[in-house]
């Protein structure tokens, strides 16, 4: 007999984070994410992660007293945070805005699933360990074990503007040589042999350039730019055509299904996306017109690892890829997406990653990419062990400093006062 859920506990924390640019403006020096930990009587801790800004982790602290004494059951996870949307405030939340300008539109009902994914990857966590299985045992079994991520690129600036914000040793990346000392790096370090470049901050012929020059230094290898749905239809097909044949995909090249339609239509490389398909609904209208041709899943966006699988599923009646997306995330999320990614056949794409870029983490032995690629752990849950220490030190940052949600263009207002979040298509 399985036992209860005992405690659940929601830890927020501030994790330091790089320079990075993109097209809304700039990383904070500090960004929010939300730790949880569900206890069973008989004392197994599942862990979730999920984003910590403060409509997230409001609603997860609504969520986590509706569990005590519930059995470990995923299946209703996401009906329960959405009855506490309520209780909350959410409604504030306008469908027609853009999170951050970069995952789509932003929705309740979004919200709502990036929360209960993080529930629900803890409690598989804990099913896990109470039944000394690993989570992808759970979720049917591993086809692979490795799965391969690809390096995360970004243009950045050496440094936060103020002297004692978060430093590292990656130096700036301002132009096509930076982002290859950049790639050169991220290959050296961990492996990775296909690279995404993120866009959206410079000209496109400047990012153009720097995709090129990636491809001369790195001939053959998989290349992905993705400037966040900047470009007009126009300048997404000028760029395709640069890019044909040495790009793999172009991602969210363009704003809105329609627009992706009308690209997709014109040329012959493949659009990826993490904007216009985030949520089943939105999978009707662009699979129809065959607006994209890989899926960027996101645990967190789409509601759980189950919810992935059947996305994937949904994917592979449409002949449509699936691969994964990330944002700056710590290892109980990476440790998550590398559990479902195993049990997905059919997964080409490296997947995307920014735990490179972070300094910190919450579990006791941060991941090591070998080759660009994860081992798929057989411990029980996740694989992965809290470090209490680490959590109470980046929580009590959260307690002493007054970030509470992601805003990168108030970041960049810090260095270029009259930046303001750019309109559709920026070029
Ligand atoms: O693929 C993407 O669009 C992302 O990874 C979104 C992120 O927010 C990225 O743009 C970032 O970290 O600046
Ligand atoms: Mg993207």
Redesign the pocket.
Known sequence: MLSRIAEVRVTPILISDPP?????GV?QPYTPRTILEVITESGAVGLGETYGDTDYLNLAEAVAPQLVGRPLVVNNLYATVVQRLDDVGAERVDNTVQA?G??GSRTLSKIASSVASAFEVAVYDALGHELDVPVHALLGGKVRDEVEYSA?L?YRWAEHPEPDEPKDTWGAALDPEGVVAQAKRMADDYGFSSF?L?G?VFEPAQEVAAVRALAEAFPGQPLRL?P?GAWSVSTSLEVAAALEGVAEYL??PTTGTANMAEVARKTSLPLAT??CVTAFDEVPEAFSTNAVQVV?SDHHYWGGLRATQDLAAVCRTFGVDLSM????HLGISLAAMTQVAATIPGLRYAC?T?RPWQTEDVITEPHTFAGGKLAVPDAPGLGVELDRESLEKLHKRWQDNDVRR?D?AAAMRRVHPDWAAPTFPRW
């Open positions: 990075l640019l993109n097209l809304q990383h951050e970069l995952r995360y970004f995404k993120k959206g993705d966040n991602e969210d993490n904007m960027l997306h990330s944002n700056t995307d920014h992601r990168d």
